[in-house]
């Protein structure tokens, strides 16, 4: 998949291999989606809470039944239909209906009652708790008295009270707002700690299955076969391994489970608002289809730009990459001004993506916040109006306020999290791709594996081809001995590190056989094999890490490599480095000569105590004086050794047992270098021609 391309927002079956990765934490999950949802019912409680603080507690009121207004057929009808909803005064008898239930009583009924007088819209009664009453309540006060000590008084005559005396009597009033009050900071602190809870496993869940993902993308490296790193560039395997991953994470901690919880607030909310009021509910659902079309239109427009602005920066990581590995090149050739523009140009599409989603955003959000501001203007037109005509409480009308603004928070963050999902699901693809991508070196069914090792070569009728149609090897056929040294020898191109990489079986031959002590390379156990060959490069790879870590790689005990440094002549220029073997390595080895770096190739090669060397252009880019150190070093590893030398300054070769040489995908001429000078052949004109070039000695023949 291109790095610019987005994914689909919902895929089962990447979600499906995904879940393998993810149901090893099961037990997590439903913890931090209990936690989820207890946050969830903490945020729907604290509007609902305030609603019960102002209609119980702070607005309270009550309205007198006046049943003389009725018939006696309406009374009797009236009691039996409302009873549950109302109570009764014993002295002087009467009944009282609270404010809060008004909701509960058809519409159709409580327009009649206030059209007959039943219930009158200026008579406010306010009920005073058992035992809160004062004896010098004021001369005249209409007070009701209920069966267990509660009294109710007309709203407008608590004015005549004195304040001390309003205290008392609003004394449980007091009491139970400053209990919902401190509830509701209760409510406020556990809903801290269970966010930070929240936020804590999620973040746990995210870097577990990452490691575990990284881990797996790793191995899967690791098994590849060198043709799958010909093809892909190491920036892009880097690429999945750290921002495909990465997006993965923050799918995991900001989108699956906070999702959840905005979708359990939404529901939440909506059935919240139907239970306090289904009328006015239903009206403010009539602007779901637009929130939703609004939603839709953002995340498509959104996902095109979000597109264009991950390719840009992938392609500003791409050039940043290239140019400053190739920093020499650019100020040695003073192309310094050219590669500027080059920048600017690709830094422009960049800005000019990022401001189009930013357009995009300044839009939506204006918008989200106008239908917003339109649902709350809406819900206090027709909710006050109820408020007024007593068919919907203050407390009620509060609430589905505070409810249309937390019902929008969550459609926003779904809309925003829109392009989060489809990058991770683009990702995911990616990662999947890379890993089901049939590269790997193929084992056989019961490997070889053996103890002792002779180190008999023999390459039988081998031809290779990097790509069909283009042999690179044909029918080459050779033999090499326990302990023998052979060189390679040939031109550039002509297949020599071919071979090498064959025998070291990063590719397989395309006909013929490899036989190692007899048995097919195919029938080796690859890891055994990797054992036994020690293979020392032209280009050597310096890892970060010390100089002791670097010969060690993590096999061989600290006493083996500084042996293997003495053998390999690689001591003495250690020694004199500031840490000696404790010495870090920077870049790349940057801190070393050419020379320093190819004795510590020597000297990681010889810690492993291979059964077979290889030695590939191994003092091809060396000065005499790092070379002689080279050569002394070589006629040690050798001894006793099978060693295969590929050279291309035949002076280093011409001591080997043997002399292949490989001339266009074949095996031209073999023998030793004094029966290949008598020949007259290839090998002499190629000795002729570097003696003279060069200087260096040659052996007549």
């Not at 109302?86 to 009649?112: K, Q, W, Y």
């Not at 005549?160 to 008392?168: A, D, F, G, T």
């Not at 397989?508 to 048995?519: A, H, S, W």
């Not at 480095?577 to 790349?588: D, N, R, T």
């Amino acid at each position: 998949m291109e790095e610019g391309k987005l994914g689909r927002v919902y895929d089962s079956r990447l979600l499906l291999r995904l879940a393998g990765y993810i149901s090893p934490y099961w037990k997590k999950i439903a913890f931090t989606l209990c936690l989820t949802l207890l946050i969830a019912v903490a945020d729907l409680a604290v509007p609902y809470l305030t609603k019960i603080a102002i209609d119980r507690y702070i607005v309270s009121s009550w309205s007198m039944i006046h049943t003389e207004s009725l018939n006696g057929g309406e009374s009797d009808e009236l009691i039996k239909g409302y009873r549950h909803l109302f109570i009764e005064t014993v002295s002087p008898p009467a009944l009282f209906v609270f404010h809060g239930n008004m909701g509960r009583i058809d519409p159709r009924d409580l327009r009649s009652f206030r059209a007959k007088g039943v219930i009158k819209n200026d008579e406010k009664y306010y009920l005073i708790a058992p035992g809160s009453v004062s004896e010098s309540l004021p001369t005249g006060t209409s007070a009701f008295q209920t069966n267990d000590g509660a009294t109710l008084i007309l709203h407008s005559e608590m004015a005549s009270i004195p304040h001390r005396e309003i205290l008392k009597i609003r004394a449980s009033d007091i009491n139970g707002v400053a209990l919902l009050g401190s509830a509701l900071l209760v409510l406020v602190m556990i809903s801290f700690c269970l966010g930070y809870g929240e936020h804590f496993m999620l973040e746990l869940l995210g870097q577990r299955i990452m490691q575990d993902i990284r881990l797996a993308l790793f191995k899967r490296m690791q098994a590849k076969r060198v043709p799958f790193f010909d093809r892909h560039p190491v920036g892009r395997l880097v690429t999945r391994a750290t921002n495909d991953v990465e997006n993965l994470n923050e799918m995991f901690k900001s989108v699956i489970i906070t999702v959840c919880k905005d979708i359990l607030i939404i529901t939440g909310i909506l059935a919240v608002l139907v239970y306090l009021n289904w009328r006015l509910a239903i009206l403010c659902f009539l602007f779901l289809p637009i929130i939703t079309g609004v939603t839709f239109l953002f995340s498509s427009m959104s996902r095109e730009v979000f597109r264009q602005l991950r390719a840009a920066v992938a392609k500003i990581n791409s050039f940043l990459q290239e140019r400053l590995s190739g920093m020499k090149v650019v100020q040695l050739f003073v192309t310094e001004a050219h590669q500027m523009d080059i920048f600017s140009q690709i830094n422009r599409e960049n800005y000019r993506a990022g401001m189009r989603q930013v357009r995009i955003f300044g839009v939506f959000m204006p918008i989200m916040e106008i239908l917003s501001s339109g649902a709350i203007a809406l819900i206090i037109w027709y909710g006050g109006g109820k408020v007024v005509s007593e068919s919907l409480t203050l407390g009620a009308l509060v609430a589905f306020i505070s409810y249309m603004q937390m019902f929008f928070k969550p459609i926003r963050d779904i809309a925003e999290k829109y392009n989060i999902m489809q990058a991770a699901m683009a990702s995911t693809e990616r990662i999947f791709e890379f890993m089901d991508e049939a590269d790997e070196m193929p084992q056989a069914s019961a490997p070889y594996s053996p103890e002792q090792f002779k180190g008999h070569l023999v390459f039988k009728d081998v031809s290779f081809s990097y790509r069909k149609g283009e042999p690179v090897l044909s029918g080459v056929s050779f033999e090499i001995r326990p302990g023998e040294t052979v060189a390679l020898v040939g031109p550039t191109g002509s297949g020599k590190t071919t071979i090498i990489h064959l025998l070291e079986r990063f590719y397989d031959p395309d006909e013929g056989t490899i036989l190692l002590d007899g048995v097919d390379l195919k029938e080796w156990d690859q890891k055994r094999l990797h054992e036994l060959l020690g293979l020392v490069m032209q280009d050597v790879f310096i890892f970060s890490g010390t100089v002791e870590e670097n010969i060690r790689l993590g096999s061989s005990d600290s006493s083996k490599a500084r042996e293997a440094a003495r053998t390999a002549n690689a001591y003495g220029f250690i020694q004199r480095l500031p840490s000696g073997m404790k010495e870090v390595m920077g870049e790349a080895g940057a801190s070393l000569s050419t020379g320093q770096r190819q004795l510590l190739s020597f000297a990681r090669a010889l810690a492993k105590n291979p059964g077979l060397l290889i030695l590939d252009e191994a003092t091809s880019s060396v000065d005499p004086e790092t070379e002689r150190l080279i050569q002394d070093a070589i006629g040690r590893m050798t001894a006793r050794r099978t060693t295969l030398v590929v050279a291309h300054r035949l002076s280093t070769v011409m001591d080997a047992g043997r002399i292949l040489v490989v001339m266009k995908g074949r095996i031209a001429e073999q023998g030793t270098h004094e029966e290949l000078m008598r020949l007259g052949g290839t090998y002499r004109k190629l000795q002729r021609l570097q003696a003279r070039g060069s200087g260096y000695p040659t052996k007549s023949g």
